[in-house]
C-alpha cells in the first residue's frame, strides 16, 4: 500500500464551516473524478484545535489533512500522471485557488509504523 498525505489551509476570509462545505460539496468531487480507478481510499481528516488550559486556542497551521492510499507505486504513478496533465492540473488549480492557501501546501509519502500497545483497561 502506498500513502500520501497533504496538509492544506483554508484562504484568508473563509471561514472553517464555509471551508468545509465547499470542499465536501465541490473540491472533493474532483479528486473523485481524477483518483477514481487508482486510489482506494481518499480521506479527510478536519482538524479542530484543542483548547489550552486557559482555554484558548491558536488558529491551526492548517485546516485538513488530506489521505490517499494506493494499492501499488504503479498506481500512484499512473495517477500522478493523470493529475500533472493539463487540463486536469487546470481544473484542480482553479478549484484550489477558491478554498486553499496554496502556498502552504505540503505533501508527503507516508511510512506507517505501529506499535503495539497493551489492552485498555476498563
Known amino acids: 500500500m502506498i500513502k500520501t498525505v497533504t496538509t492544506l489551509k483554508r484562504k484568508a476570509g473563509i471561514s472553517t464551516a464555509d471551508f468545509r462545505a465547499y470542499y465536501e460539496a465541490n473540491h472533493r468531487l474532483i479528486g473523485e473524478k481524477y483518483l477514481s480507478g487508482y486510489a482506494?481510499?481518499?480521506?479527510?481528516?478536519?482538524?479542530?484545535?484543542?483548547?489550552?488550559?486557559?482555554?484558548?486556542?491558536?488558529?491551526?497551521?492548517?485546516?485538513?489533512?488530506?489521505?490517499?492510499?494506493?494499492?501499488?507505486?504503479?498506481?500512484?504513478?499512473?495517477?500522478?500522471?493523470?493529475?500533472?496533465?493539463?487540463?486536469?492540473?487546470?481544473?484542480?488549480?482553479?478549484?484550489?485557488?477558491?478554498?486553499?492557501?496554496r502556498a502552504r501546501k505540503r505533501t508527503y509519502m507516508v511510512e506507517e509504523v505501529e506499535s503495539e500497545m497493551q489492552e485498555v483497561c476498563t
Do not use: H, K
Open 40 to 101: 482506494t481510499r481518499y480521506m479527510r481528516r478536519y482538524l479542530d484545535p484543542v483548547l489550552d488550559s486557559n482555554g484558548e486556542s491558536e488558529e491551526p497551521e492548517f485546516d485538513v489533512v488530506l489521505e490517499i492510499w494506493f494499492p501499488t507505486m504503479d498506481a500512484w504513478r499512473a495517477c500522478s500522471e493523470i493529475l500533472s496533465s493539463p487540463s486536469a492540473s487546470a481544473e484542480i488549480i482553479q478549484d484550489e485557488e477558491r478554498l486553499f492557501d
